[in-house]
Nanobody
Framework: QVQLVESGGGLVQAGGSLRLSCAAS????????LAWYRQAPGQQRELVAR??????????DSAKGRFTISRDNAKNSVYTVYLQMHNLKPEDTAVYYC??????????WGQGTQVTVSS
């Protein structure tokens, strides 16, 4: 099992910045990618950014140029993945979820952290 715990959400004005963190623990050796998804009210959950085991990254078009995903090397059996968000817009308001893609088709989700951007 992999446990994911997000933090760093909150309320910010448009144009502001936030950094989300996700601590991954447990069977971290089974992780081959970490990602951030978000879900706004009444909308489907969507991929925001992903970082793969080789360090390569992918971004949604809406995140390119404003968001950066990164990760720390495992320390004390915990990976931490970050989502640095700049120039936030009201349409970025959503619950942000951390996601771990694991070998053999397994996956894990965090509980989510609310990001609210006021205009």
């Amino acid at each position: 099992q992999v446990q994911l715990v997000e933090s760093g959400g909150g309320l910010v004005q448009a144009g502001g910045s936030l950094r989300l963190s996700c601590a991954a623990s447990g069977s971290i050796g089974s992780i081959n990618g970490l990602a951030w998804y978000r879900q706004a009210p009444g909308q489907q959950r969507e991929l925001v950014a992903r970082i793969n085991s080789d360090g390569s990254t992918n971004y949604a078009d809406s995140a390119k140029g404003r968001f950066t995903i990164s990760r720390d090397n495992a320390k004390n059996s915990v990976y931490t993945v970050y989502l640095q968000m700049h120039n936030l817009k009201p349409e970025d308001t959503a619950v942000y979820y951390c996601y771990a893609a694991r070998f053999f088709g397994l996956s894990s989700w965090g509980q989510g952290t609310q990001v609210t951007v006021s205009s």
